[in-house]
């Protein structure tokens, strides 16, 4: 089975601090691809980044990075210097090419950067 | 560069009532997919779709129907609206993996508020 494990419901941080989310996900597929998405108070999906299975290279973008470990099944995401406008749910995602469509999302993680 | 394209965004029905939320992707997409996402529970897959005149039951697809009779076009029914059917409704789309691809792949309508009362 595929699971997507986000186990910090909220986080509350004032701003400049960094903050880490955490994802752990389950799947046996060898092939399988991680997603990070970003859900501000208007309501959509803003896609952060996606990663590939055999790509354990850590990536970094600005104020966010990411850190994909395979041997502890963790794709953990971090913002650096955390603004305001981070406000937002955040949730990991896993695809699985060999499950076609079955997208599993974690149950979310709200982010509140107080000023 | 319209993406994908959820139609009603806001809905209020009762009980027992019936409608249809249409997804429309103009990207020639394989893929499309009915979410629906409730508070502390994170987006659940309701039904799929992986080609013209293919669907297939996610989660939670109880209550509910698909149809994708068109390849960038995927309905999603509510024959009876029952109250524990409001949520926000989320459609997605994508191509078949490729391994070398980067970068998105998955791409989200943006949303449709639904009330059943």
């Known amino acids: 089975a595929q699971k997507v494990t986000q186990a910090q419901t909220e986080i509350s941080v004032v701003e400049k601090e960094d903050v880490t989310l955490d994802c752990v996900y389950e799947?046996?597929?060898?092939?399988?691809?991680l997603f990070w998405y970003k859900q501000p108070p208007s309501g959509e999906l803003v896609f952060l980044i996606r990663?590939?299975?055999?790509?354990?290279q850590n990536e970094i973008s600005g104020r966010y990075s990411w850190n994909f470990q395979k041997s502890t099944s963790s794709f953990n995401f971090t913002i650096t210097a955390s603004q305001v406008v981070d406000s937002a749910v955040y949730f990991c995602?896993?695809?699985?090419?060999?499950?076609?469509?079955?997208?599993?999302f974690g149950k979310g993680t709200k982010l509140s950067v107080k000023p | 560069n319209a993406g994908v394209t959820q139609t009603p965004k806001f809905r209020v029905l009762k009980t027992g009532q019936s409608m249809t939320l249409l997804c429309a992707q103009d990207?020639?997409?394989?893929?499309m997919y009915w979410y629906r996402q409730d508070p502390g529970m994170g987006l659940r897959l309701i039904h799929y779709?992986?080609?013209?005149?293919?669907?297939a039951k996610g989660e939670v697809p109880d209550g509910y129907n698909v149809s994708r009779l068109k390849k960038q076009n995927f309905l999603l029914g509510l024959e009876s609206a029952a109250p524990s059917q409001t949520s926000v409704y989320f459609c997605?789309?994508?191509?078949?993996?490729?391994?070398?691809?980067?970068?998105?792949?998955?791409?989200f309508g943006e949303g449709s508020w639904l009330t059943v009362v």
């Open positions: 997605a789309s994508s191509y078949l993996y490729r391994s070398a691809d980067s970068g998105n792949t998955i791409y």
């Open positions: 799947t046996r597929d060898t092939t399988y691809y």
């Open positions: 990663r590939n299975s055999f790509d354990e």
């Open positions: 995602a896993l695809f699985s090419p060999r499950s076609q469509g079955n997208l599993i």
């Open positions: 990207m020639n997409h394989e893929y």
């Open positions: 779709s992986v080609g013209e005149g293919t669907t």
